[in-house]
DNA sequence: ATGAAAGCGCTAACAC
DNA sequence: GTGTTAGCGCTTTCAT
């Protein structure tokens, strides 16, 4: 990079301190107009820019966010970018993007990068394989504060956002329920994510509310595209298969759909079909799919909001006390049901 | 943030100078084993880490890159990036992301945060709105490396990495010409994007190789999903309609056969369809989607790459000679054709 | 109304 | 082999 103009060229050329000329900038009081005048003038003329590395030691502060996201190509983790970028930009903050690519391993790197890194503050979603979240205690006791969303803990003082998936999955359920399905599969997410919890129990109490009975073997562990392209094939191929599949997300939602095609068999007609994201895809699959909105983008701004409190109030870790945010999701209704 | 570990406090606690700290740290010959020994062991035990941006300032370098793209969501990109993050963590680089959304105010804007961030170099796909490109120049002049990928200018002494758009555009028209289609329409890019032009020159060529007059009213301006489907609806209502389509991107594709569909007409009888870009969505679709696989983790590798060789270089601007890379595309056959 | 000096954390040229 | 010092660019006391 080339050599860029600082305080100092301007002081020189204008016979004045630096301190003078840092004051005038930031129109301090003290100053004259005449001398202040003077060196906006030249400032602007040199294209002078305040150096923001100089300015980040002297604060200690870089005014820079770390995202610490599983990957990026999910749609639900893009529009979440989306949502993120959209508030650090308005509050002048900028956003360093780390991926775990689900690898716990990787994810552990990550943090270590963003404390080298010295952003001001992290926002999480943790990878499929993390168990142990002693990294990010890491990241709290060195009192970076950090906000999880969409795939959070309970163990560790620190602000989550999340979608409302068992509310979510709940009037998913009930839509298959109300279409006819009385026997209902579906495609969880790993049990060590919170997500695949609250999912499967919205599931779960969908069912109790109509007395259709919970059967542990319409429930698979199936949420990829591949995974579940397999498990469908599997379970259709089977005698008496499922009327109906609630998945934990689009992809895999989409996979059903596929599966049963290639089996001869008509969604809705004979399967119905819901997922859980509202991934651009739910709208291009044909049938369209049915699917809960979660709503990434907002849950974003609502998690780069929440850190961004958390950055003006500085509050000590004694008096702290995690907050939890729940977005509502949606049930939009396409032809898949 | 907690007040960290300087080098500092170590050389206090050990009765040392701050500079034989750092010497010791970094294994410098002239520190005795001992010391060494004492320090590292006393590093390792308070936790300490260097503080980067007191490394940023002294050495004028962050040791980051800055991201300038028009929309993660988009699948292609969002793949570039994973090719670009890759590169630049085996290398100890972070990267800072910067979204145009296909604005060019907003890109403007982002040269501007990529100044200030003081990033060391910058990769750059710009908007579609962008015709004037001074503000890329100006951070040419300030002697910031900037390499440009998929959307690219020539005015500007900068590198390009391209996917081969006329060779994919190529062997996509031809392919369709030799699965039997004679009235071949093409769904375009803005032309003043060079994919937009390089792509409908290799659709022309393809199609004077097999004597198939080029019509101009073949040629529509349709690169997303929702202008597309009504740009077919149109054309597949009127006489003598098409029996190809060649889209510039599978968006476009799959809203063609979207389209298609929806006016009773069959793909591929009926219609054949190739899209641009082998997304995930292509192999979703039904039929599954025919399309030009453009590499993006690939090109997004190579832009990383050939960035950080200009890093290391510096070469002066003098003797700058911008290099262009081409990352060959290749057809990948699915059922819509 | 302006300037001098110290300091943010680190390194390196220059002592000794 | 280790210490002293200056400096990266900026802000902010403390003088004047």
Redesign the pocket.
């Known amino acids: 990079m080339k050599?860029?103009?600082?305080?100092?060229?301007?002081?020189v050329k204008l016979?004045?301190?630096?301190?003078?000329?840092?004051?005038?900038?930031?129109d301090?009081?003290?100053?004259?107009p005449?001398?202040?005048a003077a060196v906006k003038e030249l400032a602007a003329l040199l294209g002078?820019?305040?150096?923001?590395?100089?300015?980040n030691?002297?604060?200690?502060s870089t005014r820079t966010i770390g995202l610490i996201i599983p990957e990026i190509e999910h749609y639900f983790f893009s529009a979440i970018i989306n949502g993120i970028e959209e508030i650090a930009y308005k509050n002048d903050y900028s956003v360093m993007v780390f991926q775990s690519n689900e690898s716990y391993k990787r994810e552990v790197i990550n943090t270590q990068a963003v404390l080298t890194n010295r952003v001001d503050g992290v926002l999480v979603s943790f990878s499929k394989e993390t168990n142990d979240f002693s990294h990010f205690q890491k990241l709290i006791e060195n009192e970076i504060p950090v906000v999880f969303f969409d795939r959070v803990v309970d163990s560790l003082p620190a602000d989550q956002v999340v979608a409302d998936d068992y509310q979510g999955a709940f009037i998913a359920v009930n839509h298959l329920i109300e279409k006819g399905c009385r026997r209902i599969a579906h495609f969880a997410a790993p049990q060590n994510l919170q997500i695949g919890k609250s999912r499967l129990s919205g599931y779960h109490d969908a069912l109790l509310k109509h007395n259709i009975h919970f059967d542990h073997e319409l429930v698979f562990l199936a949420d990829t595209y591949e995974t579940a392209k397999k498990a469908a094939h599997d379970i259709l191929r089977k005698p008496n298969p499922p009327d109906g599949f609630f998945a934990v997300n689009d992809m895999s939602a989409i996979a059903i759909i596929k599966a049963a095609k290639e089996l001869g068999k008509r969604v809705p007609e004979d399967l119905k079909v819901v997922g859980f994201e509202n991934s651009k895809s739910a709208g291009l699959s044909d049938p369209e799919l049915t699917t809960v909105d979660q709503f990434g983008f907002e849950l974003g701004r609502e998690a780069c909001l929440m850190l961004l409190k958390r950055l003006k109030e500085q509050t000590p870790a004694e008096l702290f006390k995690p907050i939890r945010k729940v977005i509502k999701t949606k049930l939009v209704v396409r032809s898949s049901t």
Chains 1, 2 share one sequence.
């Open positions: 050599r860029q103009i600082t305080i100092k060229d301007i002081a016979g004045l301190s630096t301190s003078t000329v840092s004051r005038a900038l930031k301090h009081p003290d100053i004259s005449k001398t202040r002078y820019r305040p150096n923001r590395i100089a300015l030691l002297r604060n200690n």
